[in-house]
């Protein structure tokens, strides 16, 4: 089962802005208790971590996207976000959702997000 899907990737230009959201699909999926996190993915790269949320709402950043993004949760709506700004080309690449479960981790598909120079 899919669990998690992204949406919200697009083509923009550098200095703009876009936002991802991340909804846990189902009605017994829920994300209250997990820790949460965005990924991406350049071409020819290792999927890196961009932004971690735990439970409790601490944040973690990778350096290369400090001060110019922001992940939140909601958890009544079971998701996730990332707003992003200040976009550089460089942060070109397929954005994926996690979720830390109990057991098990779990991925959407991913959303494209292009930032053209």
């Known amino acids: 089962q899919v669990h998690l899907v992204e949406s919200g990737g697009g083509l923009v230009q550098a200095g703009g802005s876009l936002r991802l959201s991340c909804a846990a699909s189902?009605?017994?999926?829920?994300?209250?208790?997990?820790?949460m996190g965005w990924y991406r993915q350049a071409p020819g790269k290792q999927r890196e971590m961009v932004a971690d949320i735990t439970s409790g709402g601490s944040t973690n950043y990778a350096d290369s996207v400090k001060g110019r993004f922001t992940i939140s949760r909601d958890n009544a709506k079971n998701a996730v976000y990332l707003q992003m700004s200040s976009l550089k080309p460089e942060d070109t690449g397929v954005y994926y959702c996690?979720?830390?479960?109990?057991?098990?981790?779990?991925w959407g598909q991913g959303t494209q997000v292009t930032v053209s120079s």
């Open positions: 996690k979720a830390d479960g109990e057991w098990n981790d779990y």
């Open positions: 189902g009605n017994t999926f829920r994300i209250n208790d997990m820790d």
